[in-house]
Structure formats: structure tokens, C-alpha cells
């Protein structure tokens, strides 16, 4: 059972535009969400992340936004750039534990 | 860079094998995790050690074991390997005040 899922593997868009980067998750003891980036050959890179008390969190271009009634996440990266091309993770940890959840990723390519 | 260490970084070997992989923390952290990624999907958390005791034991086969020495770095025994062992294998630390984790590089095991 897929506890948090990345429904697209896969998102192209140009430079300079918006990247949006979407997650559900379906525990109700989640409390704690992050976004992972990996590069090939490389460990996921630590990006930005967002507690349950809030409903966005902003770094730079990148703006996590947190619907807690839909258990939908998503990244916004403005703008886009080529070097942000890498497959994004989405994670959640439970309260109490801090052990991570991961769904399964989604590629993003940013074409110049 | 993470400051989080993985030695080796690919491992080759056959089935019925025992190996040993390794990791050492950013400095002053206490936590270590262990995660498996198995063909591009999500990171699956294995085990999670603090300060030398086992505190979180996620999806981890009996076959594998962990442990977390005095100066904190920390080893995972994959014994009786199978085929399905073959994954990127990735440790990670984090302070135990926050959610986040920071990422080794990995080690990439082939089980032949």
C-alpha cells in the first residue's frame, strides 16, 4: 500500500517557466513533509520542507504548498531552470517518528 | 556535499553472499538511517539507529541487520544475498531536533 504517491513519473517544461510538482498521501498521521531532489549517481539532496501547521513554505524559487484536507502536496519551482533537471522526491514523516515515507518520483526536465 | 560518508560505492557479488556496508554521519548527528531503492523507485526505509540503539525498524528482511558503533558511524550485514537484493542501498543522518535527513551517495549492490 502506497502510502504516499507521485502520480507522474514524468514532467517536461520549458526554462524559465513554472514547474509544478505534485503528491498525495493517504496516512492521517503524517505531520511532517518534505522534497528530496536526486541527481544520477548521487544521494537525494535535502530541498525544502513544510510541518502540518502550515500551508506553504517558500526557499528561493522553490514554494511548497500543503492542502491538508485533500492530503495533496505540491512543489512549485519559478523558474524553471536546465540545472534543476533531476527526478524529485516527496517524503513524509509520522508524528513521534522520523523515519521517512518516499513516493516514487517524478523526472523533471527543464528543455532550454 | 552532505557530509554524510558510504564506503563502498558499487559492490559486486553472488548469491548466497554475506557483505558489509558502511556509513559514518555528519558530524554531530546521532540518528543514522538505512534506506533500500530497488529499480527507480522510492527510497524504502529499513532501520533507524540513534546513538547506538535501534530505534525505528522499518521494511527490513531478516536476512539483513544493522548496528551503530561508540563513534557513531554505522554498518548494515546483507547475509544470504538473493537476486532481489540488487538496489541502491543509502544512508542518512539527520539531528534528532528535526525531520530533515541528509543523504549519503549511496552504494550501489549487484547480486549476480
Known amino acids: 500500500d502506497q502510502q504516499v504517491k507521485q502520480n507522474s513519473p514524468s514532467l517536461s517544461v520549458q526554462e524559465g517557466r513554472i514547474s509544478i510538482l505534485n503528491c498525495d498521501y493517504t496516512?492521517?498521521?503524517?505531520?511532517?513533509f518534505l522534497w528530496y531532489k536526486k541527481y544520477p549517481a548521487e544521494g537525494p539532496t535535502f530541498l525544502i520542507s513544510i510541518s502540518s501547521i502550515k500551508d506553504k513554505n517558500e526557499d528561493g524559487r522553490f514554494t511548497v504548498f500543503l492542502n491538508k484536507s485533500a492530503k495533496h502536496l505540491s512543489l512549485h519551482i519559478v523558474p524553471s531552470q536546465p540545472g534543476d533537471s533531476a527526478v524529485y522526491f516527496c517524503?513524509?514523516?509520522?508524528?513521534?517518528?522520523?523515519?521517512?515515507?518516499f513516493g516514487s518520483g517524478t523526472r523533471l526536465q527543464v528543455q532550454p | 556535499d552532505s557530509g554524510v560518508t558510504q564506503t563502498p560505492k558499487h559492490l559486486i557479488t553472488a548469491t548466497g553472499q554475506r557483505v558489509t556496508l558502511r556509513c559514518s554521519p555528519r558530524s554531530g548527528d546521532l540518528s543514522v538511517y538505512w534506506y533500500q531503492q530497488s529499480l527507480d523507485q522510492g527510497l524504502q526505509f529499513l532501520i533507524q539507529?540513534?546513538?547506538?540503539?535501534?530505534?525505528a525498524k522499518g521494511n527490513i528482511l531478516e536476512r539483513f541487520s544493522a548496528q551503530q558503533f561508540p563513534d557513531l558511524h554505522s554498518e548494515l550485514n546483507l547475509s544470504s544475498l538473493e537476486l532481489g537484493d540488487s538496489a541502491l542501498y543509502f544512508c542518512?543522518?539527520?539531528?534528532?531536533?528535526?525531520?530533515?535527513?541528509?543523504f549519503g551517495p549511496g552504494t550501489r549492490l549487484t547480486v549476480l
Open positions: 517524503a513524509a514523516s509520522a508524528k513521534g517518528r522520523r523515519a521517512l515515507t
Open positions: 539507529y540513534y546513538n547506538g540503539e535501534e530505534r
Open positions: 496516512n492521517s498521521m503524517f505531520d511532517y
Open positions: 542518512a543522518s539527520g539531528p534528532d531536533s528535526y525531520n530533515e535527513q541528509f
